[in-house]
T-cell receptor, first 108, second 118 residues
Framework: GDSVTQMEGPVTLSEEAFLTINCTYTATGYPSLFWYVQYPGEGLQLLLKATKADDKGSNKGFEATYRKETTSFHLEKGSVQVSDSAVYFCGGDYKLSFGAGTTVTVRA | DTGVSQDPRHKITKRGQNVTFRCDPISEHNRLYWYRQTLGQGPEFLTYFQNEAQLEKSRLLSDRFSAERPKGSFSTLEIQRTEQGDSAMYLC????????????????FGPGTRLTVT
């Protein structure tokens, strides 16, 4: 069935380090793909999205490119801040649902 | 519009009792989803509605679970004869399905209802 597989954490980084979280999907078609973020004590918020192959979603310095050939949607940020500490979820529409989440901790 | 709201935010119940949760979606959204999230896991799809029609249910949704969206606005999720394994965060999300591309169905999540079954 349709699903996403997300890199497991936790991930601990120093400020200004490069972050990448891998996400791959299995689907019969070409679903829209999303990254959601959950800050401590808060609900899930959409971080970025891409609706078709080769689309690049970006927000708050994060980027992810929809790669049809590798069925991937990896999340990247070039220089993380302490405020980026959160749990990140890769997902698609409801059929893909969500990955297990990657907990990212950024140290000052 | 203040977004998706859920009530209650926390519920503690004894095993065997029935519980009901409410979700109020963003007013113009026609799709409403229920998910369950346990510690360390991502949200697991339970069911979704388009307007008042329940279009799909996950196999996770046992016959003790029932969801309704009678007027295509708010929705309720009822769990009968609760079990300790039902303890989880229950999330509601809504989206606007326009029927036109791109079919991205970006979902907006509520804060969740945390259920603890003792």
């Amino acid at each position: 069935g349709d699903s996403v597989t997300q890199m497991e954490g936790p991930v601990t980084l120093s400020e200004e380090a490069f972050l990448t979280i891998n996400c791959t999907y299995t689907a019969t078609g070409y679903p829209s793909l999303f990254w959601y973020v959950q800050y401590p004590g808060e609900g899930l918020q959409l971080l970025l999205k891409a609706t078709k192959a080769d689309d690049k979603g970006s927000n708050k310095g994060f980027e992810a490119t929809y790669r049809k050939e590798t069925t991937s949607f990896h999340l990247e940020k070039g220089s993380v801040q302490v405020s980026d500490s959160a749990v990140y979820f890769c997902g698609g529409d409801y059929k893909l649902s969500f990955g297990a989440g990657t907990t990212v901790t950024v140290r000052a | 519009d203040t977004g998706v709201s859920q009530d209650p935010r926390h519920k503690i119940t004894k095993r065997g009792q029935n519980v009901t949760f409410r979700c109020d979606p963003i007013s113009e959204h026609n799709r409403l989803y229920w998910y369950r999230q346990t510690l360390g896991q991502g949200p697991e799809f339970l069911t979704y509605f388009q307007n008042e029609a329940q279009l799909e249910k996950s196999r996770l949704l046992s016959d003790r679970f029932s969801a309704e969206r009678p007027k295509g606005s708010f929705s309720t999720l009822e769990i009968q004869r609760t079990e300790q394994g039902d303890s989880a965060m229950y999330l509601c999300a809504s989206s606007l399905a326009s029927g036109r591309e791109p079919f991205d169905y970006e979902q907006y999540f509520g804060p969740g209802t945390r259920l603890t079954v003792t």
